[in-house]
């Protein structure tokens, strides 16, 4: 599985330009490519300037097929002309879990994408996963309000983990740290943590195919 993280700067005199051919690109891409099983297009909502966009395909394969595609094809074009800035945080899959049914947010919307980097004290991988997936599984099977839940960590730094979440609500996201499986990976990854950077993000378009588990 291949994910990616990207950290985009657009030039906010031609936003209308960027959501409308990046919002085709993804709308077509999760349609017609199989291999690409989710793409999340966001940005900073006290800096709309600022964009994050995480994608995930089924393989090499699958991105090569993404990045051949005529839609691409056009937001590169497009990018050339808004974006002010790029970069690229190369990140490893380590946990996907999402709910079944296929994601499709392309208007306004309550719902809300996470982004979070949390530093973990060197050996203690094993056990902080443990922790995270006792937690993430439990959300997504029993919370409705927890639509996705992905760890990731950097390819460059192993010890720097990046997780990917997206709930219903702002409300399911209070909700959810009210539970007891979040309680309990709270208590279990305390010692283990350094420091956290977390980012509430909006909507641009966010899709998904569903089910990976």
């Not at 017609?32 to 966001?42: D, F, N, S």
């Not at 393989?59 to 074009?77: I, L, M, Q, R, T």
Request: proline letters at 5%.
């Amino acid at each position: 599985m291949i994910t990616r993280l990207f950290k985009l700067q657009r030039d906010m005199a031609q936003e209308d330009l960027y959501n409308e051919v990046g919002s085709n690109n993804l709308l077509t891409s999760i349609e017609v490519e199989p291999g690409t099983l989710a793409m999340y297009a966001t940005y900073v909502p006290d800096d709309p300037a600022t964009c994050y966009v995480f994608e995930v395909y089924a393989d090499e394969d699958a991105y090569n097929v993404h990045a051949a595609s005529p839609h691409f094809g056009k937001f590169v074009e497009m990018a050339g002309k808004v974006l002010t800035g790029r970069a690229v945080i190369p990140v490893t899959a380590q946990l996907m879990v999402e709910k079944p049914e296929q994601l499709r947010v392309s208007a306004p919307s309550e719902v809300e994408p996470h982004l979070v980097f949390v530093d973990v004290k060197p050996g203690n991988d094993e056990a902080f996963l443990a922790a995270i997936t006792a937690n993430m599984r439990a959300a997504v099977d029993v919370e409705p309000g927890v639509l996705v839940m992905y760890a990731t960590t950097e390819v460059d730094n192993p010890n720097r983990w990046v997780f990917w979440e997206v709930y219903a609500s702002a409300e399911a996201y209070a909700a959810h740290r009210e539970t007891q499986h979040f309680k309990d990976y709270i208590a279990a990854t305390e010692e283990m943590v350094e420091g956290k950077e977390f980012h509430v993000l909006t909507a641009d378009t966010l899709v998904s195919k569903g089910s990976l588990h």
